[in-house]
């Protein structure tokens, strides 16, 4: 099992920068994928980024590529996601997920993932 914990959520102008934690703790925390997704009101869910288990492969949607980066360190069982020139359409909910069967393959899909953190807000503003 794995439990996860999302901080670093808030409120920010248009263009500028957060980063978001994900803390994963339980027996598979270091050998997980973990996945970025975000859910805007009225919409559905969306992946944002993925990254292996190890750090070495990471994908991303193409809506973020180039201004968001995730990254792990294993050592604290924490994943990053670190958005800059952040738009108003970024607004959401950004929730972690792990899944703790692909190991080295990064993961796109929602259905995969086997545990969810509850969620942190960000607000863009003009």
């Known amino acids: 099992q794995v439990q996860l914990v999302e901080s670093g959520g808030g409120l920010v102008q248009a263009g500028g920068s957060l980063r978001l934690s994900c803390v994963a703790s339980?027996?598979?925390?270091?050998?997980?994928?973990v996945g970025w997704f975000r859910q805007a009101p009225g919409k559905e869910r969306e992946f944002v980024a993925s990254?292996?288990?190890?750090?070495?492969?990471?994908a991303y949607a193409k809506s973020v590529e180039g201004r968001f980066t995730i990254s792990r360190d294993n050592a604290k069982n924490t994943v990053y996601l670190q958005m800059n020139s952040l738009r108003i359409e970024d607004t959401a909910v950004y929730s972690c997920?792990?899944?703790?069967?692909?190991?080295?393959?990064?993961?796109?899909?929602?259905?995969?993932?086997?545990?969810w953190g509850q969620g942190t807000p960000v607000t863009v503003s003009t």
């Open positions: 990254i292996n288990w190890n750090g070495g492969s990471t």
């Open positions: 997920a792990a899944d703790i069967h692909s190991l080295s393959q990064t993961q796109t899909t929602t259905s995969v993932y086997d545990y």
């Open positions: 339980g027996r598979n925390a270091g050998t997980c994928v």
